[in-house]
């Protein structure tokens, strides 16, 4: 699968001369959906303006489609998609025209079934008529994202699309995602919703002080760093580890009612069956056993947690 977008060494360092993104590279691979994870003021919101043109780097380089944001502006603001977080809309305008107003932007013919399509799929279709003023906090959202994508965008950079939302409209979303990337529309997408990013990403990016620490494929991330668990709750609580289970590491939880054991899941052996049979030596009497995994959530602040 090749890359449509393309980052090399990008760099943004403002007045003042606060560093909003280092040495940043990235490939983005064609029909992906990419979740760019990371704390507030990571720098998430620079790293997509800066790709879509509305920020200049102050050195490096990125291009869409092989076409470059800085020398080549116009095709490759043309590839692209966004809906930012802001809502910002013109509100005496009619939903239907300000959809169709942003297709004719990019010097695309008028095409009344395509809107009509893009404005059923995000439940807009009885509202095209409507004054954008009059319209909920949710159904405004909405039509940022049919104006992101009027125009048939090959790329489309959502960020933190579902803040504020409701379910449905989450939902109605994420639906329309997948089928954006169905028809081969490369997703990158920002969100403090990290069970979305588990749920619908193929590959997880993590960001921290204008930095990009990883970019894995979900289910390798989740695979190598994952942690499970194994809680062992106790009839009878127990002031300290008994004598003997020292080489288990285990710690002393729910104010000693419970052992919690953890373990690789890949690894040949997990340790377990020793474990239950070192705790029946030691007279440990065992109410309950549970597991638990690593969710991507987990995983996420313990890689932020150790950013210096």
Request: proline fraction near 3%.
């Amino acid at each position: 699968m090749s890359a449509i977008v393309q980052i090399r060494d990008l760099n943004k360092t403002y007045d003042g001369g606060f560093e909003a993104l280092k040495h940043v590279s990235l490939d983005i691979k064609e029909g992906e959906i990419l979740a760019l994870l990371g704390p507030n003021g990571a720098g998430k919101t620079t790293l997509i303006s800066t790709i879509c043109g509305l920020v200049s780097p102050t050195s490096g380089s990125v291009s869409i489609g092989g076409h470059d944001v800085v020398g080549d502006y116009r095709e490759a603001r043309r590839m692209i998609g966004l809906v930012p977080q802001e809502i910002h809309l013109e509100p005496f305008s009619r939903v239907g025209a300000a959809v169709a107003f942003t297709r004719g932007l990019f010097g695309l013919r008028r095409d009344d079934s395509m809107i009509e399509q893009v404005l059923r799929d995000l439940s807009l279709w009885d509202k095209k008529d409507s004054r954008i003023f009059a319209l909920s906090g949710g159904m405004k959202r909405r039509v940022l994202i049919a104006k992101a994508i009027a125009h048939e965008p090959r790329v489309l950079f959502l960020d933190e699309p579902t803040a504020g939302v409701d379910v449905e409209l989450r939902r109605e979303m994420w639906g329309l995602v997948e089928k954006l990337r169905a028809s081969g529309v490369t997703i990158i997408l920002t969100t403090h919703y990290i069970d979305e990013a588990e749920a619908i990403a193929d590959r997880i990016g993590v960001i921290n002080n204008g930095e990009l620490l990883l970019v894995e494929d979900k289910a390798a991330l989740l695979a190598r760093l994952g942690k499970k668990e194994l809680k062992i709750d106790l009839r009878d609580p127990i002031s300290a580890i008994p004598l003997g289970l020292e080489a288990y590491n285990l710690v002393l939880s729910d104010e000693g009612r419970a052992l919690v054991y953890s373990y690789d899941t890949k690894g040949e052996r997990t340790g377990i069956t020793g474990l239950l049979s070192a705790l029946q030596t030691a007279g440990a009497q065992l109410a309950d056993i549970s597991t638990h995994q690593s969710s991507l959530e987990d995983i996420f602040v313990g890689i932020v947690k150790d950013t210096p």
